[in-house]
């Protein structure tokens, strides 16, 4: 009869790892990111609140959508991550908020 036998994960790699807090970095700068788009909708709700003509528990829950929904691509952007490599994927996170944004210049300039 044969045993089988299990060995225990391999240490050797554990040992000579030599980790960077790159990763703590990176979580501190998104917490931050998000805190100041959360300062950011508190400090001009009221205006945009005004300018839509909405109550404030519409403004409530348009925020509260806001923010499942970048919890929600978090955990998406993190699955193409690690299917399609992280520098290709922030890079084109960066393409697209360039996009974005140049679009936005333009549409300003046609409403001027």
């Known amino acids: 009869m044969a045993v089988a036998t299990i060995h225990p994960a391999s240490t050797a790699d554990a040992d000579h790892y030599q980790g960077t807090n790159r990763l703590t970095v990176g979580i501190v700068l998104a917490v931050i990111t998000f805190w ?3 300062q950011t909708t508190l400090n001009v709700a ?6 839509l003509g909405i109550s404030n528990s519409i403004s409530n829950i348009a925020v509260s959508i806001a923010v ?3 919890g929600i691509f978090v955990v998406v952007a993190g699955g193409l991550a690690d299917h399609l490599g992280r520098v290709k994927l922030t890079y084109t996170g960066l393409a697209f908020s360039i996009l974005a ?11 001027v």
């Open 36 to 38: 100041l788009f959360a």
């Open 68 to 70: 499942l929904f970048s």
């Open 46 to 51: 009221p205006a945009m609140r005004d300018d």
């Open 101 to 111: 944004r140049v679009s936005e210049l333009g549409w300003k300039t046609r409403q």
